[in-house]
């Protein structure tokens, strides 16, 4: 003779279940949909903030002889404001090397938004953050820094809903190491 499931296993299954099955469906439809864009631009080889090494002197100083060069210099120049604690000079910089920097050049536009987001982060701004790490996972969807930062603003603006999206597609994409 069967017998039914209690209602304290009921309320066990859906506290536990529920979540672990929204988790899953975002992580498959995360991976599918970043699958089909990575068809059509190249995917990020290297998730560090420095993918191409460059001189350290600031733009004035180094006469750019490409965009680039002058996109990736201004950069530069952000990350040692950056590191010094000058989130808003910082922020203009990498600004200024996102309207410098062409747009083949999609896993350097990656960087300079996931740089953004960092010192936006600092500066507690963390909706322009948001928009700064959405703009790079556009670029390059498989950017786990990026993908990890805006779990983490996620939770700080308390939309842990998308918190949880991010975190689970993070893991997926490390393979749960």
């Avoid at 750019?64 to 989130?87: E, H, M, S, W």
């Avoid at 928009?131 to 805006?150: G, V």
């Amino acid at each position: 003779m069967p017998t039914a499931i209690s209602n304290e296993a009921w309320k066990k299954i859906i506290l536990f279940g529920t979540p672990a099955l929204i988790a899953g469906l975002a992580g498959i439809y995360y991976l599918y949909s970043s699958s089909k864009s990575t068809r059509s631009k190249r995917t990020r080889t290297d998730t560090s903030d420095e993918l191409l090494v460059r001189k350290e002197c600031p733009v004035t100083e180094v006469p750019a002889q490409t965009p680039l060069d002058a996109a990736v210099a201004l950069k530069n120049r952000g990350n040692k404001n950056f590191k010094v604690g000058r989130y808003e000079k910082a922020v203009e910089c990498y600004t200024e090397a996102l309207e410098q920097c062409p747009p083949s050049a999609i896993n350097e536009r990656a960087t300079f938004h996931q740089n953004r987001a960092a010192a936006r982060e600092n500066l507690h701004q963390y909706e322009k953050a948001i928009e700064d790490c959405t703009a790079a996972l556009e670029l390059s969807p498989k950017y786990l820094k990026a993908l990890n930062r805006r779990s983490h603003l996620y939770e700080k603006v308390e939309d842990l809903q998308k918190c949880l999206l991010d975190a689970t597609a993070a893991c997926m994409l490390e393979r749960f190491q």
